[in-house]
């Protein structure tokens, strides 16, 4: 009976490694490109967050991205904190117009946002942002830089690298090596200086792509930086007590002979 059972195992796991080499081949076609690296400011040990790169990739977000995009878990009060007094984030709050109903005749009334509402998503349902995207929903950014396999590397290469358009009119897709299956249907969002940066930074497309990454890495997890001075803390804390602990020792046992 054993011996039965063995033969039967084996015979399965042959089976399905044959199936898992012809699905793996398959999948790695449509597996997105490796990005090439890019440099962060945020990264690495000792990296921070350049805020004014976070205000401008703000400013490319607002202007491009927001069309398709929500920030949905995202309050205007969180964004103050890339270097906004009190009165320029109730300013930022209210530059948004927020939803607010419908007047008596049925049509929606909208009001200016206030501090403590999160940022409004361009549509009204998924169904409404399927309907606009040729099907496909354009998915909220609010932790996109913690989910989104490849970091922020790939998503800057994805924003820089489009090729031909694809597909009908009703669909259309665009090829990009840096999505899933090389297509999108993501229409190339950047263009050189569709955005104007009030720092007097050229915008390129280059330039917006790698400050909105830097933006969407931020919104993410905003207190990145302070973590990070945190674990280094840790570190230099736990670095002193060893020195310490290996002093008392020699001090302790010095009187006993090896
Ligand atoms: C015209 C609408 C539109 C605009 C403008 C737009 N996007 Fe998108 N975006 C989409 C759609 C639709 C998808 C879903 C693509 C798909 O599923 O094929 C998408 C997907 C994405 C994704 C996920 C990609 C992945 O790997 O799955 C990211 C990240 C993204 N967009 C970032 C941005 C950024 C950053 C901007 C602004 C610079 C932007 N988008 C502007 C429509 C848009």
């Known amino acids: 009976m054993k011996k039965y059972l063995v033969i039967a195992s084996v015979f399965f ?4 490694g044959a199936g898992c080499v012809k699905s793996a081949d398959a999948q790695s076609s449509l597996l997105p490109q490796k990005a090439p690296p ?30 398709c995009h929500s920030l949905k878990q995202v309050h205007f009060s969180d964004l103050s904190q890339m ?3 009190p009165e320029q984030t109730i300013a930022l709050a209210e530059s948004w117009q927020i939803a607010a109903g419908h007047d008596e005749a049925g049509h929606f009334k909208f009001r200016k946002g206030l501090p403590d509402d999160f940022l409004p998503s361009p549509y009204s349902s998924p ?9 496909a929903v354009p998915p909220d950014l609010s932790r996109i830089g913690l989910i989104h396999p490849g970091g922020a590397d790939r998503i800057y290469a994805m924003l820089t ?3 031909e358009p694809v597909g009908g009119e009703k669909a259309p897709r665009y090829a990009n090596p840096y999505m899933i299956g090389h297509i999108t249907a993501m229409p190339p969002p950047l263009h050189d200086n569709a955005v104007s940066f009030t720092d007097g930074h050229p915008a390129t497309v280059q330039q917006q792509a790698h400050d909105v990454t ?10 990145r930086d302070s973590k990070r001075r945190l674990g280094v803390g ?15 020792k020699r001090r302790i046992w010095s009187h006993v002979r090896k």
């Open 214 to 223: 830097t933006f969407l890495e931020w919104v993410s997890e905003p207190h």
């Open 234 to 248: 840790v570190v230099l804390y736990l670095c002193f007590l060893i020195i310490i602990f290996v002093i008392l």
């Open 161 to 163: 690298s489009y090729g």
């Open 38 to 67: 890019q440099h962060w400011s945020f990264e690495g040990p000792v990296g921070h967050f350049d805020l004014s790169a976070v205000q401008r990739g703000y400013a490319v977000f607002v202007k491009v991205c927001s069309a």
């Open 127 to 135: 169904a409404a942002a399927r309907a606009a995207n040729g099907g």
């Open 83 to 85: 270097g906004l007094t």
């Open 13 to 16: 796991a042959a089976v399905q």
